[in-house]
Each structure stands twice: as structure tokens, then as C-alpha cells.
Nanobody
Framework: EVQLVESGGGLVQAGGSLRLSCSAS????????IGWFRQAPGKEREGVSCISSRDGTTYYADSVKGRFTSSSDGSKNTVYLQMNNPTPEATVVYYCAASPLGLAYVSYLLVCDTDMDSWGQGTLVTVSS
């Protein structure tokens, strides 16, 4: 059974940093696309980043480019989201999600979207101004 557990959320000040972790189990870690998403109250869930655990290909939403970094550690079956200088906002839930890459995977076809197979329970992040 695929399980994803997010951690690291909390209160951070604007201009500060926070690192979220997504610990994965129940699947071959180096063969998945793993995405970070966030959802504010009353808004749709939106993609933040996507990383291929196979080759490290990563892409980001325009709103976080240059400030957020996603990385993976195969030895720990964990994907991280380093958030630098986050935008002040009310409490937002960050989720990680995973889907298998498949045999036909090529890096330019990496996709993370809200149809991913497995989701974590989320971790709360509040950025104060």
C-alpha cells in the first residue's frame, strides 16, 4: 500500500524559510513522479512542484519559481520542499502526491496533477506578514 506522510508544516514569517518533507512507503521510490500541491480555504488545489524520483527532473509553478526547491533523497524515501521567502497568506494545506512514471517515461513528459494516484494527509503552513 502506497503511503505518503507530510511533515514540517507550521508558522513561518514572510522572508523566512520552511522545509516540508514527504516520506513515502509501499512503492519503489525511484520510479515515481512526486508532486507538491497546496490548497487555501475556499480555493482549488493547485500544483506547486513536480519531481521525478528517477532522474531528478523538476518543474515549478510560476508563482514559486526561484523561491521553492523540491528535492528527493532515495536513501530516505523522502521528497522535500524547501520554501524560501514564502508569500504571506492564511493557513494553507500542503499535500504531496505520487504516481508511477511508467516504462515510457521521458523527462519532458513529467506531469504532476490533481489526478495523481496517491495522496498524503497534508500539512498546514501559515505565513505571517
Amino acid at each position: 500500500e502506497v503511503q505518503l506522510v507530510e511533515s514540517g508544516g507550521g508558522l513561518v514569517q514572510a522572508g523566512g524559510s520552511l522545509r516540508l518533507s514527504c516520506s513515502a512507503s509501499g512503492f519503489t521510490f525511484d520510479d515515481y513522479a512526486i508532486g507538491w500541491f497546496r490548497q487555501a480555504p475556499g480555493k482549488e488545489r493547485e500544483g506547486v512542484s513536480c519531481i521525478s524520483s528517477r532522474d531528478g527532473t523538476t518543474y515549478y509553478a510560476d508563482s514559486v519559481k526561484g523561491r521553492f526547491t523540491s528535492s528527493s533523497d532515495g536513501s530516505k524515501n523522502t521528497v522535500y520542499l524547501q520554501m524560501n521567502n514564502p508569500t504571506p497568506e492564511a493557513t494553507v494545506v500542503y499535500y504531496c502526491a505520487a504516481s508511477p512514471l511508467g516504462l515510457a517515461y521521458v523527462s519532458y513528459l513529467l506531469v504532476c496533477d490533481t489526478d495523481m494516484d496517491s495522496w498524503g494527509q497534508g500539512t498546514l503552513v501559515t505565513v505571517s506578514s
